[in-house]
């Protein structure tokens, strides 16, 4: 049953557009994360927030850039995208202090 | 790099052999997890061992980890065609930091 929702499943845009991915999750988590996978599957993360403080900020690049309102949304924010950006975005949470990790099916972005 | 395979593996069997897959790993991690991930969703934890354990159980499938060796395993016994996905393992030290992924093992079972 799906708990963590993720907007849209896919979005095809143009290199230097604006693009935004919403996530909301229903279980009460406290911590949420997003990850991006490419093309050969690897997934890295990105970033974290627990209770709308971000805890995790990995290397990526400043055109990316994570919003919270409340601990059960984490957005995420490309400006101006690059063809490097193509991949499935997948947004999860998780209990702190617990270990398993919940996942949204994921965002597929497609730079042309 | 922590790991020590970086490209997705893949795996043919046919269903009813059994199955392990394997992933090294080079931080220090409190526990292990295995994930699946079919195709168009995200991935799901199957199972979960965590550093004072060498073996875990759960229906068909059995993880173990070494931590001398940082490396942990998946079997499958008596594969069968549903078992087909992706298939993860994740490092986790503390809340504090997010869980990290190997790269992953596409296990396809053909009947």
């Known amino acids: 049953e799906t708990a963590v929702f993720q907007t849209p499943n896919y979005h095809v845009t143009q290199v230097g557009n604006e693009v935004s991915f919403n996530c909301k999750q229903t279980l009460g988590h406290d911590t949420m994360y997003w990850y991006k996978q490419d093309s050969k599957k690897l997934l890295k993360i990105m970033f974290s927030y627990n209770n709308k403080q971000l805890i995790v900020n990995e290397t990526v690049p400043r055109r990316f850039s994570p919003q919270s309102s409340d601990k059960a949304h984490l957005n995420l924010r490309i400006k101006s995208v690059e063809p490097e950006d193509s991949a499935v975005y997948l947004c999860?949470?998780?209990?702190?202090?617990?270990?398993?990790?919940?996942f949204g099916a994921g965002t597929r972005l497609s730079v042309l | 790099s922590q790991w020590g395979e970086e490209n997705l593996q893949a795996l043919s069997i046919q269903e009813g052999e059994d199955v392990t897959m394997n992933c090294s790993y080079k931080t220090y991690t409190t526990v292990v997890h295995w994930y699946r991930q079919d195709s168009g969703r995200g991935p799901a934890l199957i199972i979960l061992i965590r550093s004072n354990e060498r073996e875990k159980r759960s229906g068909r499938l059995r993880a173990t980890l070494d931590t001398s060796s940082q490396s942990s395993s998946l079997s499958i016994t008596a594969a069968q065609c549903e078992d087909t996905a992706v298939y993860f393992c994740a490092t986790d030290c503390n809340n504090n930091n997010a869980p990290r992924f190997g790269a992953g093992t596409k296990l396809t079972v053909k009947p």
């Open positions: 999860a949470s998780r209990k702190w202090g617990e270990n398993t990790l919940y």
